[in-house]
């Protein structure tokens, strides 16, 4: 059993057989920063922090924008 790969057995691996399974994973997460993003500018006069959570969505990856739909949108000031 070899328990330490080189370079030469990372470059056999075939990165293509990986995409079915990366690429929803990547749709899934770019449609849910959209969706954050375009919610988030919707409501920017509401909203404290807008600037934070701009910045929360764009660089948390996936979760950014889940913390957004969760915490966020909560975090509202009333008219």
Known sequence: MQLHYGIDDLMKI???SFLPIILPILI??????FIALVD???????RKNVLIW????????TLGP???FILGRKDRETL
Do not use: K, S
């Not at 988030?40 to 509401?46: A, P």
């Open 14 to 16: 075939d990165i293509w």
């Open 54 to 61: 701009t910045f929360v969505i764009l660089f948390v990856n």
């Open 66 to 68: 889940i913390l957004y």
């Open 28 to 33: 899934i997460g770019a449609l849910l920063i």
């Open 40 to 46: 988030l500018f919707r409501h920017r006069d509401t």
